[in-house]
């Protein structure tokens, strides 16, 4: 198990993404003079599950794939609520966090960061939340969401919200498991007709939890329809079809992050 945990590590900060560059944000988005954004609300709902299965491996949220649009969204002037599937502490998966001067950039500011290891520690639960107030949703993966983002009726019927008023849907890596059990008005997949990226199969076999996870998110997205595209593993890959923004993997986190910056202006537009 230790080297399963050694080998993500090593893969995953081969590529390590940079911070994002600060841009700026909109409640209608409004692009101010200097091309910012001002008064989005952004809503993150995080995973809440800490085992792979009850007693076993412990997981949760990536957490670079929280922290890299947390402060990108945050630095370009936008509120962001952190929210997760049943509420109170979001589980952090460990293999995920280095020693000190280590990590992604994101992961070292949020190391010193109190008020945001505060809210990790005690978010509401998602659905105590009104969603008619903001702007975009975005899931950050991890393997604790294969757990518990597909089988959530109440994340799908959010998702489905969103994606039906025009809103902004994204997901980075495990992110899009959220996704997989979301439908369009009409009744079919979510996904299906749509350009999509996630973890790959191949990403999954190589960290060894192929055999771990409930089903392959790459597998599971083809075949409810979506056009699912990738880049080289673990590489930085990350796509926007419209209001729908997926990533591939953590490296992904930052471009995932800048097409939903991306597509908040373009509404404005």
């Known amino acids: 198990m230790q080297n399963r945990r050694q080998l993500l590590k090593a893969l995953t900060a081969v590529f390590v993404a940079g911070a994002a560059a600060p841009v700026a944000f909109a409640r209608v988005p409004d692009i101010n003079g200097e091309g910012q954004l001002t008064m989005t609300r952004i809503l993150m709902v995080a995973t809440s599950a800490d085992r792979m299965i009850p007693g076993t491996e412990p997981t949760g949220v990536w957490l670079e794939e929280l922290t890299t649009p947390y402060y990108a969204f945050r630095d370009a002037g936008a509120e962001v609520t952190l929210a997760s599937i049943k509420g109170g502490a979001i ?14 950039a994101s992961v070292e500011r949020y190391l010193k960061d109190e008020a945001l290891k505060a ?4 978010t509401p639960v998602f659905t105590s939340i009104d969603p008619a107030g903001y702007d975009a949703l975005f899931l950050p993966g991890g393997h604790g969401t294969m757990f518990d983002y597909p089988g959530s009726d109440e ?48 990403e999954e076999r190589a960290v060894g939890l192929d055999k771990a996870v409930p089903f392959l998110l790459e597998t599971r997205l083809k075949e409810l329809g979506g056009k699912h595209e990738s880049g080289p593993d673990f590489a930085p890959f990350a796509l926007r079809d419209g209001n729908l923004v997926t990533g591939q993997n953590p490296a992904s986190a930052t471009r995932t992050a800048e097409l939903v910056m991306e597509a908040l202006k373009d509404k404005d537009a």
């Open 91 to 104: 589980p952090v998966d460990q293999r995920s966090v280095n020693a000190d001067g280590e990590n992604d």
């Open 155 to 202: 994340l799908a019927r959010l998702v489905e919200r969103f994606d039906r008023e025009g809103k902004i849907v994204a997901a980075v890596c495990h992110g899009p498991a959220g996704l997989v059990s979301a439908k369009k008005a009409d009744g079919t997949p979510l996904v299906a007709g749509r350009r999509v990226a996630g973890f790959t199969d191949s």
């Open 119 to 122: 809210e990790v520690t005690s």
